[in-house]
């Protein structure tokens, strides 16, 4: 298989140690160069010793010129990080997945209302594609810039597609109730993350409106091609990965079968698992894999179709997708290096 060239801007956070993971078992992967400003000249396996024997590289502070052979980039950085990367890596054709929310909204002052700054290179919003391929995998194929979709985007629009697109809930009162792991903040030290204030503990955060809630909406709208309102309110769970997603929405008709809409509309995704009618799934089920698991209720006495959507926001909610993306642009087989289950216990 013809090796691909691959650097990645930001190797020291979550979702760039799973992005190696993943990669050192993916046959075409070839890990040219890697980025850390605060760990420059330190091997990534001193770092991250899970790596010892896959990565013979060390971390290098980030510069333009670095990514000159490679084939694609990642950047697994904070809000505003790649934006300042996207021009000089698109004007030399090189292709740029990126982790972050700089490519995801199409409306660039809805971009810079919620996310506090001015777009550094507004005129590339439009060539950007949202990379969940279950709903955009023609776009992604030709794609040279990437948004990879957010960890609970990527698990509410996964769960409300198959309603949407056969048109059969009312759209002015969604309510997506999410629950994330403490691995959704990054690495960086924060004090409510302290392990002694998160576990033992559930609370809700951003309830007023989290920065997800303009990507979703654009993503659920694209699915309609109508407005739509959505609440979503986020919960920290005390636990490292997953994300759990119970999506609420009225019926417009009670003479549905949601199982078999559910199970034709998911048959072919390799990512997408649509369990067995009365399922709980769990997020543990998915830990450390790319797969999003569904379970769909229709709740006849309140005609309310309720979704249960898992997935673990590091794979199928930020690394595993970017390589599906990765996959699908440099046409190899979508599966490819992400056909692993999950971690049990
Ligand atoms: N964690 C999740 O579950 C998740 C899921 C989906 C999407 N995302 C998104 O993915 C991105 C990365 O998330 P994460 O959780 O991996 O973050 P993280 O743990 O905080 O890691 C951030 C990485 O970016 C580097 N970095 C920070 N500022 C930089 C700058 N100005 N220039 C270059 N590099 C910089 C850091 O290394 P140095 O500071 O040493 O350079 C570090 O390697 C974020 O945009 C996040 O919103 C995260």
């Given at each position: 298989m013809k090796k691909i060239n691959i650097g990645i801007i930001g190797g020291t956070g979550y979702t760039g140690v799973e992005l190696l993971r993943l990669l050192a078992a993916h046959?075409?992967?070839?890990?040219?160069c890697i980025t850390s400003r605060s760990e420059d000249g330190r091997l990534v396996s001193d770092l991250y010793p899970s790596l010892r024997g896959h990565y013979d590289l060390a971390y290098q502070t980030p510069a333009?010129?670095?990514?000159?052979?490679?084939d694609v980039v990642f950047a697994a950085t904070p809000?505003?990080?790649?934006m300042k990367y996207a021009e000089s890596l698109y004007e030399k054709g090189i292709k740029l997945i990126d982790f972050?929310?700089?490519?995801?909204?199409?409306d660039e002052a809805i971009w810079s209302k919620w996310y506090g700054m001015e777009h550094?290179?507004?005129?590339?919003l439009a060539q950007?594609?949202?990379?969940?391929p279950e709903f955009n995998r023609e776009q992604i194929r030709g794609a040279t810039l990437v948004a990879n979709p957010g960890c609970y985007p990527t698990a509410v629009q996964l769960g409300y597609m198959p309603l949407l697109k056969n048109d059969l809930?009312?759209?002015?009162s969604l309510i997506a109730d999410c629950k994330s792991g403490a691995?959704?903040?990054?690495r960086n030290a924060s004090t409510g993350l302290l392990y002694s204030e998160i576990s033992e503990s559930v609370k809700a955060y951003?309830?007023?409106?989290?920065?997800h809630l303009p990507e979703i909406r654009q993503g659920l709208q694209e699915m309609t091609g109508e407005p739509l309102n959505l609440v979503f309110v986020p919960h920290l769970m005390p636990m490292i990965r997953g994300i759990h997603a119970t999506l609420y929405a009225k019926l417009?008709?009670?003479?549905?079968d949601l199982q078999a809409i559910f199970e034709k509309a998911y048959?072919?995704?390799?990512?997408?698992d649509v369990m067995p009618a009365g399922s709980h799934p769990d997020t543990r089920s998915v830990r450390g894999t790319n797969m999003c698991r569904i379970a769909v209720y229709h709740l006849k006495e309140a005609n309310q179709a309720l979704v249960l959507s898992v997935e673990d926001n590091v794979v199928k909610g930020a690394a595993g997708q970017a390589i599906q993306n990765m996959n699908i642009m440099m046409g190899l087989e979508e599966t490819t290096g992400l056909n692993l289950p999950a971690l049990v216990p």
């Open positions: 046959p075409a992967a070839n890990v040219v333009p010129t670095l990514f000159d052979d490679c809000n505003g990080v790649a972050s929310a700089d490519f995801r909204i199409n550094a290179c507004p005129h590339l950007a594609v949202y990379g969940l809930i009312e759209t002015d691995s959704g903040a990054g951003a309830a007023a409106g989290h920065r417009k008709r009670s003479d549905v048959a072919d995704e390799p990512f997408v």
